[in-house]
């Protein structure tokens, strides 16, 4: 990969691109800007943090003018490597620009910079008793634009949808400068062509987002959850088909195995069954009147031979003390396999008993311990494959492993991330989804917004030889 350095030249411009002391180039003050939640690091030239969009349009126009590879940043806790900047180049730093420009309750619509915490935004709705859909587990850490570059969803992405369901209109910043306004700011609108879902999950190598509309909904006046536990793996994945064949939506429902439950048992008091291979948790909203008729129904819905213990909670206290279960799976998944590759594929709902069933075997064959959890009403399941690295055969195996993991997958007409995005790690296997003439079209998209390919390059897309 060509490591572009920066000229004295053009770091002079780029340093009167935006206020004093908003651009550094200092290996040490650039460190943290190369790395995200991959793990994958390199150390950008320069970062910038611009204020507003002038300040974006003229840091875009420079490098586009010199051909420099310019990564937006949001607060890097993406997993795919999206932030980081391969190129080494310019990293481009949304954390200056925090401000919600409007919160409009009468048109559920709020506009905000791109650097608004995921959070935040939800904290200043909920004095409107509104909230904006996508929740991501990093919500207090995220930001917004990184929540659009990606995609990102959270458990509610069941019944709410994922971020690209739920934003109404962008200003952004193209590869070579131009500032474009894409969608609408109502909740109809046909005219053009839909730019805002093309730039929603392009990972920023299509255009830098400057502003976002976001689509409100009312906050829900209760929530009840149900946690319950089965005592084999078949019985919760076939209840996960049944609850979503029934006409209640659920607001979440995540699925545990049995690994992930011996593990909550380790790091966790919570007094799960002895004999519990499996959890569901399910999420219900609305009022008290709806909340009792659709936790009856989901009760209904819920039970074979197999389930052992069903619990309700309708109180805040209660609810976290459940979800608290859920919330402790990842950290201390990293904590046993610190190298462990985690995956977040997506098959039908349908389909979830034969990927669990036909990941079992994978594990066997290649005798690497593979943990499954995750957004089940949405077929979206954290595939964990726990590599321990003092094991040479398992690394040996972890390739072919993930291979057949991905093609298991396909198999089942799923697609290989529901939330995580392509970045750096999926890149190799996007041909593998995605056929070549749409490939090649998406590629020729991706010319028309940045000509000089300046916009997080070598991400998302396989690499062609040159
Ligand atoms: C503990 C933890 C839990 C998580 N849970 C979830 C979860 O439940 N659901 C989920 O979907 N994800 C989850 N994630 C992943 C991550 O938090 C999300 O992908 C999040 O949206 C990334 O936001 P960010 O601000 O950190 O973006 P970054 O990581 O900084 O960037 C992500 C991508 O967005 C691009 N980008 C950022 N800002 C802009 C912009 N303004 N314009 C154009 N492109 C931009 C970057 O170039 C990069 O490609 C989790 C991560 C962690 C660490």
Redesign the pocket.
Known sequence: MPDETLTAEFLTQLKNCVAAKACFTDPSDCYAYGY??SRNHQLPHAVVLPNDEEQIQKIISLCNKHKIAL?????????AG??VPLRRGVVLS?ENMTEIINIDPDNRVATVQ?GVLNQTLQDALAKHQLFWAPD???AA???I??????N???PRAVKYGTTRDNVLGLH?ITGNGMKIKTGVRTTKGVVGYDLTRLIVGS??TL????QAHLKLLPLPESKATSQIFYKDIESATNAITKVMAQPISPCALEFIDSACLDIIRQHTNEPIPPAAKALLMIDVDGNPETIKAATHAITESVQNNGLIELNTADSKAEIEKIWKTRKVL?PALRTIAPKKINEDVVVPVSEIPALIKQLQMISDKYSIPIVNFGHAGNGNIHTNLLLDETNRIQANNAQACLNDVFELVLKLNGTLSG???V?IEKRDYVGREIDNNTLNLMRQIKTQFDPNNIL?PD?MFPLIKE
């Open positions: 995200d939640n990564t937006v940043r949001g607060r890097g806790t993406g997993t999206g932030s949304t791109p991501p587990t990093s850490f995220c930001s634009g990184g929540n659009l570059a990606i990102s969803a959270g952004a990972e920023g255009a830098v987002i400057t990842s939330e995580h995005g970045g997080n991400k």
